[in-house]
């Protein structure tokens, strides 16, 4: 467990990674460090972080563990301005939703200094430190994404820290990655959206608690998808499409007025979506 | 306000007005009918209702105020089955999901008994008269369906009573009902199961918070929701089509590779998602 932890980017999960650290790891110092004072002022009064600096060089000199906690499209930016002030040993891992070109920016860092990506499947509608808790990370899916060139032991390292953290580890490879989760996370975003969209304001005064819950995750910060959905393009046009073809289905099913096909297919998504809830009944 | 209450239909909906009304209207005495004894004892056993009778002449003989609360494809039947035997004066709603097709079969309940058409937007994805909640209804929007030919003081009465157990009620004619809520209530449903229908074992096991909440709707009753997709099919077909079209949009602006537009269209959705939480917060 890391006794010198860097925090780069203080918004939600940097600020939860900071409480849920001195929750759990006794004794660990945490440095934080961000392009901008506000957040780092507000997680050192909340007690996410014990100092700060706003030089990546001296945020990282002494650290033995970092991770990287902004949007997507900044990560490797971040990766180059510490790459040359680690030390030996030191271990680099980021948040971000995508990981391909991550992972490939984060091979500017070099033996005896390692980089291996995460993605903790935690977050919220809301941002920003004020909103970080130290919980956040109970019961999450982190996946952590080691390539041919990964470091075994740094792997190892990555993954504890998750663990401790509350989270449960999954291992894939950073293109395995950003297709599967393009799939189960960037999809409903996308859909989420799209449903908003549609809607007028007469339809809208009617929603329940399924609208509100179904399109809960459109509230997302535009920016950061758009990052996240610029970044991993490709499979994302894949799922959308994908999307598409199952909705003209069910359109044609509809119209050829088949109540049998209909049925098969509502319960066959029923069941698959209830065997789902709850992640801890899996898990036992 | 009834003294005499029929429920028809001992689900999760019956169930939760039966333990609504004790709370919320002193005196009132509420008899239940279904076409099975089971669910009949089981609402006896709850408090829900006072009585029950499996024939609905008797049900309804001494009613003043009766709630039709079984799933879409059969409230039509059990409107023929009570509509020689109200009392004068007697006033029939239902809760279902659809009202074009069942506002037209509640013609045959006809002066002097009402029938008025009402949709309680509440529910969840569990089902039977175990889940009924005697706040089910609290803060749930209750769209309340006359036609040209309605008696307005009946559909006053149904309205008063959906506000007496904590609705927020809106009136709409039955025709603007099915189209507004294939937009807000069918779409969320089928594109649910869409999301559902198109992951992999691999993807699922990746499944965060946001998943499960866009996804939650997708575990409905499957017979419930193919009959409100059958009944309202010109409406959902429709609703299925723009999204498709949104979601083809979206497709196109991702492989051209523009960021602006792209965060244009999720910043848009964002802040009208936004705008809708909480509820409350709107109507004060």
């Keep these: 467990m890391p006794q010198n932890l860097t925090i780069i980017g203080l918004g939600l999960l940097g600020g939860s990674i900071g409480l849920a650290v001195k929750d759990r790891i006794r004794g660990c110092k945490i440095m934080g460090c961000a392009h901008r004072e506000g957040s780092l002022k507000d997680a050192l009064a909340l007690g996410a972080i014990d100092s700060w600096t706003l030089d990546p060089a001296e945020a990282v000199r002494e650290a033995d563990f970092v991770v990287l906690c902004m949007p997507v499209s900044m990560i490797g930016t971040w990766i180059w301005k510490i790459a040359g002030h680690l030390k030996a040993g030191a271990v680099v891992t980021d948040v971000g939703s995508t990981k391909a070109a991550i992972c490939y920016a984060g091979e500017a860092i070099q033996r005896p200094a390692h980089?291996?990506?995460?993605?903790?499947?935690?977050?919220?509608?809301?941002?920003?430190?004020?909103?970080?808790?130290?919980?956040?990370?109970?019961?999450?899916?982190?996946?952590?994404?080691?390539?041919?060139?990964?470091?075994?032991?740094?792997?190892?390292?990555?993954?504890?820290?998750?663990?401790?953290?509350?989270?449960?580890?999954?291992?894939?490879?950073?293109?395995?990655?950003?297709?599967?989760?393009?799939?189960?996370?960037?999809?409903?975003?996308?859909?989420?959206?799209?449903?908003?969209?549609?809607?007028?304001?007469?339809?809208?005064?009617?929603?329940?608690?399924?609208?509100?819950?179904?399109?809960?995750?459109?509230?997302?910060?535009?920016?950061?998808?758009?990052?996240?959905?610029?970044?991993?393009?490709?499979?994302?046009?894949?799922?959308?499409?994908?999307?598409?073809?199952?909705?003209?289905?069910?359109?044609?099913?509809?119209?050829?007025?088949?109540?049998?096909?209909?049925?098969?297919?509502?319960?066959?998504?029923?069941?698959?979506?209830?065997?789902?809830?709850?992640?801890?009944?899996?898990?036992?």
């Design 115 to 284: 980089f291996v990506g995460s993605h903790p499947m935690a977050g919220s509608e809301k941002k920003g430190v004020a909103v970080a808790r130290a919980d956040l990370f109970d019961g999450a899916t982190c996946i952590v994404t080691p390539t041919s060139r990964t470091d075994l032991g740094a792997a190892d390292t990555v993954a504890a820290f998750w663990q401790t953290l509350g989270c449960r580890v999954v291992r894939h490879d950073p293109e395995t990655h950003d297709r599967l989760v393009s799939l189960v996370s960037h999809l409903p975003h996308a859909v989420a959206a799209a449903v908003v969209a549609v809607q007028s304001d007469a339809s809208l005064d009617l929603r329940g608690k399924g609208f509100l819950d179904s399109t809960r995750v459109a509230a997302g910060d535009a920016e950061l998808w758009r990052d996240i959905f610029t970044d991993n393009r490709d499979n994302v046009v894949i799922a959308i499409d994908r999307l598409i073809a199952e909705l003209a289905t069910l359109s044609r099913t509809l119209r050829s007025n088949d109540p049998a096909a209909l049925q098969q297919w509502l319960a066959q998504a029923a069941r698959v979506r209830t065997s789902l809830d709850p992640r801890n009944a899996d898990r036992q």
